[in-house]
Structures are given as C-alpha cells and as structure tokens.
C-alpha cells in the first residue's frame, strides 16, 4: 500500500502513533510525510509546529500533499491570500491522466476554493480509479457544502463500505 494511503488510513482509524511512524520512517525531505507530521501537528492545535514543518516542503515541491496542508492551514488561519496561490496551483495540476493521489490532492483543493464543478470532476475521475474511503469521504463532504444531501450519503455509505473503521465516513 503506497505510504500517502497507509497514513489516511492510520489517522481516519484513529492511530495517530501509526502514521506518525510511517511518515517518522520516510525520508526527511519527503513532502507525503510532512503533510502528515504537520496534519498530526494541527490536529493538537499547534499551528505553528505544522506552519516550521509544511513550509519548507511545499516550497520544495508546489504539488504536494505539503503544499495542499499548508494551502488548508493557511485558510484556517486567515491567510487567505497565501492560501489561494498554493490551492490554485494544486487545484490545477490535475489532467486526465493524472494519477490518482493528483486527483485526490486537486479535488481537496477545488474543494477548498469552493470551485465545486472542478472538485466533482477530479473527485469523480479519483473515485473512477479504485475504490478509496478517502476519496469518498471528501467527495461527500464536497457534496454536504454544496447540499446535496442524497449524493453526500451515497459517498459516505461509499466509504464505509470499502472500510467500515474510516471514522470520517460516519
């Protein structure tokens, strides 16, 4: 299982000491991992502990997993300027053949720019690709902003289904 799905699937069963090893074991300068350092970080409230971690992998690399946390970091702290160049950038790197971890990163961030017809077709061409809860759980979240109630579910039941420890699916 490729390292970026292994992660989502640590966090949304709820075993933060599982992903904080799997990113702990991949190379230092690896974007994947410091997205989920800094997502672990965030999720204690340490912002600026995410902020040291995602900064400098997102400048190495302005299509990462790093890039898309600091873009959605910097939203959730006000930046809203800094968050809209990174999320721009992520939001269209995504073309047909793109694979589907793109897919998934541009759809986050179509999502997050609340450009829902772009978020619908990246996620739809992700979910097109193999069945993932993670791909599921954002498309219905997309579709709860947007409300569209009956799809939101559909893509939440999607989730559950492929596995029924994905917490955020529920």
């Known amino acids: ?9 640590a966090l949304a069963h709820g075993r933060a000491t599982e992903a904080e090893a799997l990113a702990k074991a991949r190379p230092a300068n690896d974007p994947a991992a410091a997205a989920v350092l ?8 340490a912002y600026d502990e995410a902020l040291k971690i995602l900064e400098p992998a997102a400048a190495a690399d302005p299509r990462s997993d790093a890039a898309l946390e600091l873009g959605l970091l910097n939203q959730r702290l006000g930046r809203n300027q800094q968050a809209t160049r990174l999320l721009t ?9 793109a694979d589907v971890e793109t897919l998934f990163r541009a759809g986050r961030a179509a999502h997050a720019l609340a450009l ?6 990246y996620f739809k ?11 599921q759980t954002e498309y219905g ?30």
């Not at 299982?1 to 699937?9: K, L, S, Y």
């Not at 950038?89 to 053949?97: D, F, I, V």
Request: hydrophobic share 50%; aromatic share 10%.
């Open 125 to 135: 061409a992700a979910a097109e690709r193999g069945l993932d809860p993670a791909v």
């Open 89 to 97: 950038t992520l939001s269209r790197q995504a073309g047909q053949s």
């Open 116 to 121: 829902p017809h772009d978020a619908d077709a």
């Open 38 to 45: 800094a997502r672990l970080a965030i999720n204690r409230g």
């Open 1 to 9: 299982e490729p390292f970026p799905r292994a992660a989502r699937r």
């Open 141 to 170: 979240s997309m579709f709860l902003d947007i409300f569209y109630a009956a799809d939101a579910l559909k893509a939440f039941q999607a989730a559950v289904a492929a596995d029924p420890e994905w917490a955020p699916g529920y």
